[in-house]
């Protein structure tokens, strides 16, 4: 059986858009409705045959569904919450996909006290934007990080892990808490990493012109790629997952002396050392099957022309 029989999603950028897909590929007989703020996007999801329907209004759109998705960057939630908040019918469940959970919550509850909320997010995405770089495979094998409030009920909750499971998604719960602390490690700070060395490269510009081009082959070439993720997004998810961010940076920055040191005074064990363990850690997550490289992850699918 479907966990749901009519789907809603507020936002048809790149993970909107390719909820959308999966959903079609997936539970075809799911009914889909679409609403973007954007009048441009949601011509382009009309044009491309994304949902079964695209509303005008935000009310419009939730007005039967069973689960409304919010598929808008994270400073856009409280507003797209109380688009909303007017026609939600009492029993749909409302969910998101923000990068960041304890303060999307906080501002999802403030303008829907009463739903049933279940927040999400997939840790699956791309440097892309727009309802058309999304893809019905993004979720397929990739993890969906639950974060229901203390006390929510456990229905909902095996509704939507059904949904992801449906989608291609492995998932997992954890407290919002957590959640922000793990992702400001392993995806926040390593795109704020990605955007700073790809600024100072570009301050340097007079020296690296030709050079940033020439040579990008290497890993400089990856950060480009991280750093080419949407302004928007980013922005908002630094400002929302303050704190976390705050704190492992403060560890980096007392890890990056370490390292600076260690050069400074030709200490080359401390240096084999991390490099050796860091490799391991590479290793050891190809092992998993967690990397990019597997086939069945990438961006150049099937699916992705099919819809
Ligand atoms: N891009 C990525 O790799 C991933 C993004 N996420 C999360 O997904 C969310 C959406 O990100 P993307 O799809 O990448 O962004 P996107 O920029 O591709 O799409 C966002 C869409 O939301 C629309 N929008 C903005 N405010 C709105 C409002 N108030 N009401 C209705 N529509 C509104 C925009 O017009 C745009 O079409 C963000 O919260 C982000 O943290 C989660 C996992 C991966
Ligand atoms: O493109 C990449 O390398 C990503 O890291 C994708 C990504 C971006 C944002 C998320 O909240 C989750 C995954």
Known sequence: ???????????????????????????????ITGYDRDPGVRDTAVRIGLCDDVADSAGAAVIDADLVMLCVPVGAMAAAAA??????????????????????????????????????????????????????????????????????AEAPVARLRAFWEALGADVELMTPRHHDLVLAVTSHVPHLIAYSIVGTASDLEEVTQSEVIKFSAGGFRDFTRIAASDPTMWRDVFLNNR?????????????????????????????????????????SIIAQGQDDARPDFGRDHGETAAV
């Open 1 to 31: 059986m479907l966990p749901f029989a009519r789907v809603t999603i507020i936002g048809l950028g790149l993970i909107g858009s390719s909820i959308a897909r999966a959903v079609r590929v997936t539970m075809p007989t799911v009914r």
């Open 83 to 152: 688009d909303i908040a007017d026609d939600l019918p009492a029993d749909a469940i409302v969910s998101d996909v923000g990068g960041s959970k304890e303060s999307v919550i906080a501002a999802l509850r403030a303008v829907l006290p009463h739903a049933v909320l279940v927040p999400g997010h997939p840790v699956a995405g791309t440097e892309n934007s727009g309802p058309e770089s999304g893809f019905a495979t993004l979720f397929r094998g990739r993890w969906c990080i639950l974060t229901p409030e203390e006390g929510c």
């Open 243 to 283: 704190e976390a961010v705050l704190e492992i940076l403060q560890r980096l920055t007392e890890d990056v002396t370490m390292l600076q040191r260690a050069i400074r005074w030709g200490d080359g064990d401390t240096l084999f050392d991390l490099f050796t363990r860091t490799r391991a850690i590479r290793r």
